[in-house]
């Protein structure tokens, strides 16, 4: 079986020798300096694809020297026959399945995202404790949103901080805050007391924490953002604001490469059967 590799991030250097040890005979393109393989794509029996496939619309290859725009990749697949692994958004998946191609979304798969958010929680606790002036011990923290990395983060740094209180709309999640025994409020109380906060840790991806909310806050208040881009802040005005805020994205890739490229290689076999 021939595996083509395209792009990605540290996580999938470490694939590629997962790969490579299990007996699959594993080459790359956009990963490093190499793209020679892109040009035979059609020798390959798997493709894997970056997670996230693309940012900006250009394929997610951090260390490859320049830009390539999806519309490239997709152009290079459109006669591909054979099985594609990656982690789409609804714009890339919807094109895929136009073009008749066989894919699977590992973003869509529970034990993967599951993985995904404990890593994730692991790699924004460090994040708090290495940036924060104030230890977690004596820090009020919040969360906005209660998904998958939310719930991970929130069970882990709750023992670690002096009060933890998660914000989210009234629905089946902010339901789960209840039946975690999680302290929480409704969203719409944020505003006013967003300036009680040492720490604020967002993860819903549109807007949140406005030029509002930013004047409300203490100076020393960090905020960290783990949503998707574009964020939830209005990091402009945070910077004109001195706000210490950090948009924190691809953290499984950045403290546990390991253990997110064996998920991976996991799910991948589980793919095989």
Known sequence: MNILILGGDERFISLEKILNENNFKTKTSFLNSNDENFK???NFDIIFLPIPFSKNNFLNAPFYSEKINT???FSNLKNFKGKIIGGFDKNSENTLKE?????INIL???KFTLINAIITAEGSIEKLIHESEKSLFESKVCII???RVSKAL???IEPLCKELIIYNNPSINYVYTKIDNIKSRTID?????????DIIINTIPHLIITKEILNSLNKKTLILDLSSLPGGVDFKYANIKNIKTIHYLGIPAKVSRESSSKAIFNFFKENLK
């Not at 109380?189 to 906060?197: D, L, Q, Y």
């Open 154 to 156: 929130s069970r882990r």
């Open 189 to 197: 109380n944020f505003k006013n007391e967003a300036k009680n906060f």
């Open 99 to 103: 073009m008749n191609l066989n894919f």
């Open 71 to 73: 519309e490239s990749i």
């Open 145 to 147: 949103g209660y998904g």
């Open 40 to 42: 035979k794509i059609n």
């Open 108 to 110: 869509k798969d529970e």
